[in-house]
Nanobody
Framework: QVQLVESGGGSVQAGGSLRLSCAAS???????MGWFRQVPGKEREGVAAIDTGGGSTYYADSLKGRFTISRDYAKSTVYLQMNSLKPEDTAMYYCAAGWVAGAHLDVNEYRYWGQGTQVTVSS
């Protein structure tokens, strides 16, 4: 059974940075890992994803250049570095794992989810 635990969320002023971590237990070596976010009343949206092997990365178009996803196999941890944060980045951020066959930022492609970590960006 795969378990994912996010950490690193918090409150930051606009323009600041945060690094989210997702610690995985269970077998995720061959899984695609993704970060998603959700605000109340809206659908969960894909932020970034990273494949196994060559580690191809995928980003939501609106976030390219500000967010970076990476993974450390030795630590079974996936990171999301978020820079130049904006108030509209405020959301609950979720880590997910799955064997993606389609779109890498599609929530339906992921089987395992963490409990989320809150990110609040003030202006």
């Amino acid at each position: 059974q795969v378990q994912l635990v996010e950490s690193g969320g918090g409150s930051v002023q606009a323009g600041g940075s945060l690094r989210l971590s997702c610690a995985a237990s269970g077998y995720t070596y061959h899984s695609t890992m993704g970060w998603f976010r959700q605000v109340p009343g809206k659908e969960r949206e894909g932020v970034a994803a990273i494949d196994t092997g060559g580690g191809s990365t995928y980003y939501a178009d609106s976030l390219k250049g500000r967010f970076t996803i990476s993974r450390d196999y030795a630590k079974s941890t996936v990171y999301l570095q978020m820079n130049s944060l904006k108030p509209e980045d405020t959301a609950m951020y979720y880590c997910a794992a799955g064997w993606v066959a389609g779109a890498h930022l599609d929530v339906n492609e992921y089987r395992y989810w963490g409990q989320g970590t809150q990110v609040t960006v003030s202006s």
